[in-house]
């Protein structure tokens, strides 16, 4: 009998150009852009400093959905030019911090994921390119979870 190793929770953050939930479900309007959890890590920073409304605790949320329009769409395209301008100076590859093993948080029990400049500078220049696309039209831009599902983790050497 074999043993199952622990499963971890993944989300994405897709990026539809289209007014409402609704809508988007209604005409199957597909996604432009989709962020999974560890590009998520990397642009939250960016994320934080567009917010507008520091109450909405969903902004940009992978738990949550979020209407980008009007100056919301200018002040995250400010935010994305800003992490090209932070793209520009990494190596190929660099480490992000993902999160911490258990409830202490400390060196030792850092979680790092290695993300690739390059993709993570495709990612900005599609969502830089939706956004310009919202403003032309004067169309917003939802973004919206993902519904969480389980991945397993890798089977235990020892079985």
Do not use: N
Request: hydrophobic content about 35%.
């Amino acid at each position: 009998m074999s043993r199952h190793s622990k499963t971890s929770i993944y989300t994405h953050l897709y990026f539809h150009l289209g007014p409402d939930r609704a809508t988007i479900d209604a005409q199957g309007i597909p996604h432009r852009v989709v962020l999974d959890d560890w590009s998520y890590t990397f642009f939250e920073r960016y994320f934080d400093r567009a917010q507008l409304d520091e109450a909405d605790d969903a902004f940009l949320d992978q738990g949550g959905e979020t209407c980008l329009s009007g100056y919301q769409l200018y002040r995250l395209q400010v935010e994305l030019q800003e992490a090209l301008l932070d793209l520009s100076a990494r190596p190929d590859e660099f480490k992000v911090l993902f999160g911490w093993r258990g409830r202490e948080r400390t060196l030792e029990t850092e979680v790092h994921y290695t993300l690739r400049r390059d993709e993570l500078l495709e990612e900005t220049r599609q969502l830089l390119d939706l956004l310009q696309e919202a403003i032309d039209q004067q169309q917003s831009v939802m973004a919206l979870s993902s519904e969480l599902y389980w991945v397993a983790a890798a089977p235990d050497p020892q079985d």
